[in-house]
């Protein structure tokens, strides 16, 4: 059983940033990978970013130079770090990982209005 635990959400002006943060409730190190994932309303979800135990990191193209995804191993934490905010990143943002089942986050929500 894991627990993922997300938290930094609310609302920013566009131009604005945040930093997301997602604690997992056993060490990182037992999972390839973890991952940050959005659902705008009435869109699917997609995937944002991904970092694995060795540190790779993969983006979605259009977010590219704008969010980064980084870990903190010692506290069992990744974050997402969100630059340069659009009215288009308004959604609910999900921490993902797999260990031996799908565990998802419950979310927290991310607002870009003026």
């Known amino acids: 059983q894991v627990q993922l635990v997300e938290s930094g959400g609310g609302l920013v002006q566009p131009g604005g940033s945040l930093r997301l943060s997602c604690t997992a409730s056993?060490?990182?190190?037992?999972?390839?990978?973890m991952s940050w994932y959005r659902q705008a309303p009435g869109k699917q979800r997609e995937l944002v970013a991904r970092?694995?135990?060795?540190?790779?990191?993969m983006y979605a193209e259009s977010l590219k130079g704008r969010f980064t995804i980084s870990r903190d191993n010692a506290k069992n934490t990744v974050n997402l770090q969100m630059n340069s905010l659009k009215a288009e990143d308004t959604a609910v943002y999900y921490c993902?990982?797999?260990?031996?089942?799908?565990?998802w986050g419950q979310g927290t929500q991310v607002t870009v209005s003026s």
């Open positions: 056993r060490s990182i190190f037992s999972f390839n990978a």
């Open positions: 970092i694995t135990t060795g540190g790779s990191t």
């Open positions: 993902y990982t797999w260990f031996q089942i799908d565990y």
